[in-house]
């Protein structure tokens, strides 16, 4: 598992890479992907029951850079935004689904999680998907036919804080680059 | 220092003439631009911003500490020890002493250490004001919407970001009028208005963006029903529930900040919040007549009490609908649902009577100041003699954290959620009405509509 933190390795920028595809339906709630009874443990325990409700093989199956395709809703409940750390410490490359709670939308940039928002993803099963958001105006998933779908476009700083691992990690660049700055001026 | 990418404003000069909502022009004030155009992201200045021991210390300040960061303007930032006090264990008393420490060390100057919840302290002591731009490390955070205030919940992380730039973005959202008339009926308020505008459009019917409150019913609303209404904004899945602040909002502000002002005569931030107070525009902060909004109406006349059935508050119901279901647990708590106002109703159908031996009363007053003004008006001496127990004033059992509501109980509650082991057990079965309600129900052992009781 990647610490949220430091995830140095940004393979979403590739897309000659196929990821293999979690599937999940729709309204699934931050309960479901940081259990409640898990909260008052570490993330690494957290992790370990990801998504035991609805996919009981996740959490021990998942592999970095896979990615996760839900129904619409995805990340409705509380503000806890372990509900979306979790998903990066397990190395998911991006979320892809036809829209997001609002607050798990800001949460999940913030700990450094791709969210794609394409509202005809869930018309068919996918097994493998590649990504292309070269354009974050007009980010690409590709099936495994081929098929390019598009997404909505990703405001560009919060394409460049998932780069940035999260926004921990921006600012602690942002305040190096300050930090820099007035030490040549 | 900014780390984001700061919108272009050069056409907004041309639309500085347009209709704005009560929701655009608080985003354009804070944003600095003339015009917030619906779906634009634009980054605004935060007036103030408020987390408790939960939320706040205890993730803050190791995040803080790693960067070497310091917080932007500590004038601006409100701590409040709502969620694990009193102290039920040792994880609670080390969450608390985090927060405790942490606000020594760093001099706040706003710190609330268990005087009540957080989104009733905060405004009570005049903390949130109309045109202001708040963030909150809480989901019922709107509640600050009722003082015409843009106010919303942020996760742990942003609030990082906030603390140490004094920005946030924002998606200028569309606006969502929930437009009430006529009055409410005797032994319906708020709550019933909320509760049943949850069952209609559903936990995502506000799609993130704006509810805006309107309505002669709203406007004859107090302050502390027009918080209910801006807190179960969450419940239904907005960013914010606005409500355009009128006299009611500046009288109420007023008072508060005489008090505080009487009590510490020197502090300096409570004379600057006096004097902004006195410069708010009202006549500017209202949605304009052909500004852009959709808008759902409803009579308040024909509201019945409503009751939302377990595990969901779009579960709602009208009161009649429940035959006879039976309660074990009657409980009056929460920011929602345990203000004076609150207390007052519950006490006005609880007064003389006393519930029976297998029903247990629970009563959290929303705050300290609360409970004593109930003391002093003799509505806690009416509730103790209905047999009611009472509780320290904090989160409880609402938030489930320490002081739970064990085992397989069938619970009436003026809380705002009703999710499935919400109140610390998955076994327990929550029904949500409001004080009305609940007082109702406590007293016949079942789910009752508080008309019979009144009548």
């Not at chain 2, 985003?27 to 634009?42: E, L, N, R, T, W």
């Not at chain 2, 109930?374 to 009472?390: P, T, W």
Request: hydrophobic share 40%; glycine share 8%.
């Amino acid at each position: 598992m990647n610490s949220p933190l430091d995830r140095k390795e940004i393979d979403f920028l590739d897309p000659n890479i196929s990821h293999f595809v979690w599937a999940l339906g729709a309204d699934i709630d931050t309960d479901a992907l940081a259990p409640g009874h898990a909260m008052k443990f570490g993330m690494d325990v957290i992790a370990r029951h990801c998504l035991e409700s609805v996919l009981p093989n996740f959490a021990t199956d998942v592999k970095a850079g896979d990615v996760i395709i839900a129904g619409s809703n995805f990340g409705i409940g509380s503000s806890r935004e372990q509900a979306a750390a979790v998903l990066v410490m397990h190395g998911i490359t991006a979320v892809i689904a036809p829209s997001y709670n609002g607050l798990f939308f800001r949460n999940a940039f913030n700990v450094g999680l791709l969210l794609l928002t394409c509202p005809i993803i869930v018309e068919r099963p996918h097994t493998n998907v590649r990504l292309d958001i070269h354009d974050a105006k007009q980010p690409l998933v590709i099936t495994e036919q081929g098929e390019t779908l598009a997404c909505e476009a990703i405001p560009e700083f919060l394409l460049e804080r998932v780069k940035h691992g999260g926004l921990l990690n921006e600012l602690r660049h942002q305040l190096s680059r300050d930090q820099h700055e007035q030490n040549n001026a | 220092m900014t780390p984001y990418t700061m919108l272009d404003t050069s056409d907004n000069f041309t639309q500085a003439h347009l209709p704005q909502t009560l929701a655009q022009k608080l985003i354009a004030q804070s944003a600095k631009i003339q015009y917030a155009s619906v779906g634009d992201i634009v980054v605004c200045d935060v007036d103030l911003a408020m987390f408790h021991d939960s939320s706040g210390p205890r993730r803050l300040k190791p995040m803080l500490e790693s960067l070497g960061a310091k917080i932007w303007n500590k004038d601006r930032v409100v701590l409040v020890m709502d969620h694990f006090v009193p102290e039920a264990d040792d994880d609670a008393r080390k969450i608390v002493r985090i927060a405790r420490d942490w606000a020594k060390e760093q001099r706040l100057p706003n710190v609330y250490d268990s005087q009540g919840i957080c989104h009733v302290v905060v405004p009570q002591h005049g903390h949130i004001l109309p045109g202001m731009l708040c963030v909150g490390g809480d989901s019922h955070s709107p509640t600050g919407g009722a003082f015409g205030a843009y106010m919303f919940g942020i996760g742990s992380t942003e609030m990082l970001g906030v603390m140490v730039t004094g920005k946030i973005w924002l998606k200028v959202p569309e606006t969502i009028r929930m437009h009430w008339q006529g009055a409410l009926t005797s032994g319906v308020c708020a709550k019933d208005m909320m509760l049943a505008m949850i069952g209609h459009f559903g936990m995502n019917g506000g799609r993130y963006q704006a509810i805006e409150f309107t309505g002669s019913t709203i406007t004859s609303l107090g302050m502390a029903e027009r918080m209910t209404l801006s807190n179960m904004s969450a419940e239904l899945g907005s960013q914010v529930g606005l409500i355009a602040p009128d006299d009611t909002t500046i009288n109420w502000l007023q008072d508060r900040l005489t008090q505080r002002a009487t009590k510490n005569p020197k502090d300096t931030l409570v004379q600057a919040s006096i004097e902004q107070l006195a410069r708010v525009n009202l006549a500017h902060w209202q949605t304009d007549a052909h500004a852009p909004y959709t808008e759902h109406t409803f009579d308040a006349t024909a509201l019945a009490p409503m009751v939302a059935a377990p595990h969901s508050p779009a579960n709602s119901h009208v009161v009649t609908e429940y035959d006879r279901t039976p309660i074990d647990i009657a409980y009056i708590g929460a920011c929602t649902g345990a203000k004076l106002e609150d207390l007052v109703a519950a006490a006005s159908i609880l007064k003389g009577h006393r519930v029976p031996q297998h029903v247990k009363l629970m009563v959290a007053p929303a705050s300290v100041s609360d409970m004593q003004k109930a003391k002093d008006l003799g509505v806690a001496d009416i509730l103790q003699n209905a047999g009611a127990e009472f509780l320290p004033s904090a989160c409880g059992a609402c938030a489930g954290y320490g002081h739970t509501i064990p085992g397989h109980a069938r619970v009436i509650s003026t809380t705002a959620r009703n999710f499935k082991g919400r109140m610390g057990s998955t076994d327990s079965q929550i029904y949500l009405a409001s004080p009305y309600t609940v007082a109702a129900s406590a007293l016949t052992g079942f789910i009752s509509d508080p008309r019979e009781a009144m009548r």
